[in-house]
């Protein structure tokens, strides 16, 4: 009776709640919340290795990040892919350990290891239970400074990168992935993958990577972040782990930036008897420290960032034409990319193209107040979740190490994100982007679509084979 009484209790002051919710309208969301980092505690070693530690005592484990400042940017022209693979190439068997040997110790000791190359930086991080983390640094340490290079291991990974090119060939989206960097950026070095193409990396040797590794990886061009679930004294096991690395190196001068297309080109790469056709739309776009770039990611945002955005409602929903479509903006350290990207129906390719450049021409002019607000909401909303884990803290402080970032970059994010008018974000869409002067590469079938894109008269015209975009099919033997 007791409880019967209760449960009769709460239903009834529920009723008398909900009979004061106005259910005409969905309830207007709170405010967005404030990153609130902890203290980024910063020491030099003698060596000129830099480390900051983020304590965060949520959940026993630690991340630890060594940051380089050298990527893809860096690769010589004739060794596109040379940083990924030497990155590749970090975990292959370091210090007395083999391939083999290495995972063993890793998995004892419930560390996850990941290695990688970007633009404008390489990196080793391992994940692991802080109890570990006094076996695991030397391990980390064996793996950046003391790895081994072994050919057997670089023709491994070289045949592994190549079947991939194979199998980029049969893929409409991978190929469009491949070709419109290439019709976007012309000579320059982004218009190949950080990967490389099957000419570079055939041509790779152990020797290229010794050198690069010895030349780029060093404590004047590097950072190491340790966050998670410990205190200041770890600075003594990174000390220990890495205070031995010989001093020297420097960042790598940065690369020229590119030139944007003149007019409108547009790249036709034939599938013959594709039920759909897949489209991209780039241009080159500013850097990460472009003054405007709250406002450019708000305008974007509205563009194609979100599910509900004006690119995803006029092919999806207005027309009816793909499941999707989105855009964004790469950043690099000098220049970056803008792409915008829908997959749709073949019969529908020229008014889907049409109806994208239109929705590009549209952004730089002043939305809705309602639609800035939303766009703003989003990202300030979604913001702190970057924050969450100690991985995710350790890649925005990469982030900001490696783009120069200011110090308040967190703290001011949403506040300035939030303070994005109607004004300010047409203004930068209409600073960044060039409807007009943009690169088209459409992935389909030829015989269908060829004619209606023609009927466009949106530029110069080329038919791209695949070939061209990938070069001859690589040799595995």
Do not use: C
């Amino acid at each position: 009776m007791k409880r019967a009484t209760a449960v009769l209790a709460v239903l009834a002051a529920s009723a008398s709640i909900a009979a004061g919710v106005d259910r005409s309208r969905p309830p207007e969301p709170g405010p967005p919340r404030p990153v609130v980092l902890p203290e980024v505690q910063r020491r030099t070693l003698s060596n000129g290795l830099v480390v900051l530690l983020v304590e965060q005592h949520e959940v026993p484990t630690v991340q630890v990040t060594l940051l380089v400042g050298t990527g893809g940017a860096a690769d010589p022209r004739d060794r596109a892919g040379l940083a990924a693979m030497t990155a590749d190439l970090l975990d292959e068997g370091a210090g007395t350990r083999s391939a083999l040997e290495l995972a063993d110790a890793l998995d004892g000791l419930g560390a996850q290891l990941a290695t990688g190359a970007g633009w404008d930086s390489s990196s080793a991080s391992v994940h692991v239970p802080v109890r570990h983390l006094p076996e695991a640094l030397p391990l980390l340490a064996d793996i950046v400074l003391r790895p081994r290079f072994e050919a057997a291991e670089l023709d491994r990974l070289r045949k592994e990168a190549l079947t991939a090119i194979l199998q980029q060939r049969d893929d409409p989206e991978e190929l469009a992935a491949a070709a419109w960097p290439r019709a976007v950026f012309g000579e320059h070095r982004y218009a190949t993958p950080t990967t490389g193409d099957a000419r570079s990396i055939a041509a790779l040797t152990v020797d290229d990577v010794r050198r690069f590794h010895a030349q780029q990886y060093r404590p004047g061009n590097a950072t190491l972040l340790i966050v998670g679930d410990v205190t200041a004294a770890v600075l003594d096991l990174a000390t220990q782990a890495f205070g031995a690395w010989a001093a020297g190196g420097a960042r790598p001068p940065a690369l020229p930036v590119p030139r944007a297309v003149k007019e409108r080109r547009l790249w036709l790469i034939d599938r013959p008897k594709a039920p759909q056709s897949v489209i991209r739309i780039g241009q080159v776009a500013p850097d990460r420290r472009v003054r405007h770039y709250h406002a450019l990611e708000v305008a974007n945002t509205l563009l194609g960032g979100m599910f509900t955005s004006r690119l995803s409602d006029n092919l999806r929903e207005t027309h009816g034409y793909a499941y999707g479509a989105n855009s964004g903006i790469e950043y690099r350290r000098v220049g970056g990319a803008f792409r915008a990207a829908a997959n749709v129906q073949t019969p529908s390719t020229a008014p889907a193209l049409t109806e994208m450049l239109k929705e590009l021409r549209r952004i730089v002019t002043p939305a809705q107040p309602d639609e800035i607000a939303r766009a703003r909401s989003y990202l300030a909303m979604s913001y702190p979740q970057q924050f969450e884990t100690p991985a995710q803290i350790a890649s925005q402080l990469a982030q900001q190490i490696v783009y120069e970032l200011p110090a308040d970059e967190f703290a001011s994010y949403v506040p300035k994100t939030m303070a994005v008018g109607v004004t300010e974000a047409a203004r930068a869409a209409a600073d960044t982007l060039r409807p007009e002067q943009m690169a088209v590469v459409v992935v389909g079938d030829r015989a269908v679509i060829e004619a209606p894109l023609r009927a466009l008269n949106l530029g110069t015209w080329r038919i791209v084979t695949t070939d061209e975009v990938l070069g001859p099919p690589p040799k595995l033997d």
